[in-house]
């Protein structure tokens, strides 16, 4: 390492983030860089640890511990002190196809394994990851660069999220001509509509790759709905090779008393039309939180992005209800490094309804027992009740209702952010791929291969729903394994 003594001589040091109640009245991002002199120093925190777990990429306690993709973390950290930022921004081109993404996205377990972590607050290595790869934007060093021969072979990608765009981008690479299939109006997938665009910005950030993905050869298809607009049979006569990537898109449902009435959505819902409107330049969105009580139900990234957009809209209140107790301060005793630390954390979207409301919104150990209605078939109230968890005689924790504890809460809009069940299954019908027994498409964990010849999966519809660094990770490793069905051998990474 170029600094030995990097970390005991310089702090853990991020970018003040653009404050909480001016970044609400736009859709711009909202995180800055630090100036070029900081990152160094920031770089020279990483330690010659000897065994660096940032990298790891492993499963521990079901969570990620290190980076899933084995980002090249202390070379490039080094790189990057030492003022080498092309040099930096290659290390990080050679395991990651989007760190724009990756870099402000990512819940970065890396930071959550790095061993400095430890004793003290760990390198932060999500932001200089986004800086370099920003710089190497600004630089121009990020241009172009198609297969200089091409196989003949065609592969279909069936959607066009973080799994989809890196298994296109590396069969491509390789020299097949690669069509991407994306049943919206735009690429993308979670990575357009998914995730606001103070957090990923779509014209500046999530284009700008896709276009340089199509000045290099990928094709997209949108508005196309395999099944659908296009036979399942005209796909697989005509591509070498199918790539099944379509997500974990069924979202978990609230079937209590009063779900019917309107004003009730799912998450994913009300995060896409808004941002269709505002790609659109519509000032209209079809569902709106604008002078609303808005009650948003359950936590996770999509619940804090929930919290920013109904922000924006102008909603008149705001509660986040979690189920799970609230973690706590410090790392508990049954949660040692270098497991994904469990602990209490203000995000982006909670830090803003702090600054409009006074306090973090979220309210823990508490469910929804009903919706109630204003007598013309909308919402205007939510009914809740606090839970303990108890075990129960299989020795598993369910929450346990207290009672005298309930609540009303009135509420025009009703947001549902409790997860995802696995992938839609009309596609996966009309192909007629086997499944495991959550649903997911079945396929081999070394080959991805389902039980259909040709066809791959990879991403959140084989997993199940997980980190956008896991999907980039699985589309990588199932584009290798196509290449090596279609060529008889590999050199993709």
């Known amino acids: 390492m170029g600094k030995p003594t990097g970390f005991i001589e310089y702090v853990r040091e991020l970018p ?41 990429g492993t499963i521990i306690s079901g969570m990620a511990s290190g980076c899933p993709i084995n980002n090249l973390i202390p070379e490039w950290n080094d790189l990057v002190y030492r003022g080498l930022w092309h040099e930096a921004l290659d290390r990080l081109h050679k395991t990651n196809n989007f760190p724009e993404f990756t870099g402000r996205v990512c819940p970065a377990p890396c930071e959550g394994s790095c061993v400095l972590g430890i004793t003290n607050p760990p390198v932060t290595i999500k932001n200089i990851e986004c800086s370099i790869v920003d710089k190497g934007w600004d630089e121009g060093w990020i241009t172009p660069n198609p297969p200089s021969k091409r196989t003949g072979k065609k592969v279909a990608v069936i959607g066009s999220g973080p799994a989809g765009l890196s298994a296109a981008d590396q069969l491509n690479k390789a020299g097949h001509w690669v069509t991407v299939f994306e049943r919206a109006d735009r690429p993308g997938g979670l990575l357009m509509y998914g995730i606001p665009n103070m957090k990923l910005e779509k014209e500046a950030i999530v284009q700008r790759r896709l276009k340089l993905l199509e000045d290099e050869g990928v094709t997209f298809q949108c508005n196309t ?20 990537c379509t997500g974990a898109t069924k979202p978990r449902d609230l079937p209590i008393p009063g779900r019917e009435l309107n004003g009730i959505h799912f998450a994913m819902d009300f995060l896409t039309v808004n941002t269709q409107a505002l790609l659109d330049q519509n000032p209209h969105t079809p569902i709106s939180a604008t002078g609303k009580d808005v009650v948003i139900i359950g936590g996770g990234d999509t619940g804090t992005d929930c919290v920013g957009t109904s922000l924006r809209h102008g909603c008149k209140s705001l509660i986040q209800l979690e189920i799970m107790d609230k973690p706590p301060l410090t790392r508990a005793p049954n949660n040692p490094w270098p497991e994904w630390p469990k602990v209490y954390r203000m995000d982006y979207g909670q830090e803003e309804a702090a600054a409009v409301f006074g306090d973090d919104p979220r309210g823990y150990l508490t469910t929804a027992t009903q919706f109630e209605g204003d007598g013309t078939g909308s919402v205007k109230a939510i009914h809740t009740v606090q839970v303990k968890w108890e075990r129960n005689e299989k020795g598993q924790f369910i929450p346990h209702h207290i009672p005298g504890t309930e609540q009303v809460l009135p509420a025009q809009l009703v947001l549902l952010a409790m997860g995802f069940l696995g992938p839609e299954q009309p596609l996966l019908d009309a192909l007629g791929v086997e499944r495991d027994p959550r649903s997911n498409v079945k396929a081999d964990p070394a080959t991805y291969t389902t039980s259909i010849p040709g066809v791959f999966a990879a991403g959140d519809c084989r997993r199940g729903q997980s980190l956008v660094v896991w999907a980039i990770n699985e589309g990588r490793n199932a584009a290798r394994e196509c290449d090596r069905y279609l060529m008889g051998n590999t050199d993709l990474p």
């Open 16 to 56: 003040d983030d653009r404050a909480p109640g001016d970044r609400i009245h736009d859709w711009s991002e909202i995180h800055r860089h630090l100036p070029e002199d900081k990152l160094r120093n920031q770089g020279a925190r990483c330690m010659d640890c000897g065994t660096p777990f940032c990298h790891t």
């Open 225 to 244: 709905e395999i099944g659908k607009d296009l036979p399942v049979e005209q796909l697989l006569s005509e591509y070498d090779s199918v790539m099944l």
